[in-house]
Nanobody, 115 residues
Framework: QVHVVESGGGLVQPGGSLRLSCAAS????????MDWYRQAPGNERELVAS???????TYADSVKGRFTISRDVAKNTVYLQMNSLKPEDTAVYYC?????????WGQGTQVTVSS
């Protein structure tokens, strides 16, 4: 079966940095999109950053200039470098892997930005 696993979450101070990783494994091939979403308590899940196999990237306005998404296509791995973190970035961050035959989600990793 397909397995999508995030890592790298934790507690950081405002202005700090954190790097999230996500690896997809198992019966998954030719992943087109690997995205990062986040969901804070009481809020809907929102797209943070998206990366396609061909190299296109998009970012939510709230994270532009602070977050960077990157991929290792051969390893089915995606990263999210988060800089200048704000308390408003506190959320559970989820990894999404999309193919033409199926979509897959990770279990989420908690990011808390607090003094």
């Amino acid at each position: 079966q397909v397995h999508v696993v995030e890592s790298g979450g934790g507690l950081v101070q405002p202005g700090g940095s954190l790097r999230l990783s996500c690896a997809a494994s198992g019966s998954i091939f030719n992943i087109d999109r690997m995205d990062w979403y986040r969901q804070a308590p009481g809020n809907e899940r929102e797209l943070v950053a998206s990366s396609t196999r061909s190299g296109s990237t998009t970012y939510a306005d709230s994270v532009k200039g602070r977050f960077t998404i990157s991929r290792d296509v051969a390893k089915n791995t995606v990263y999210l470098q988060m800089n200048s973190l704000k308390p408003e970035d506190t959320a559970v961050y989820y990894c999404f892997a999309g193919t033409i035959t199926g979509d897959y989600w990770g279990q989420g990793t908690q990011v808390t930005v607090s003094s």
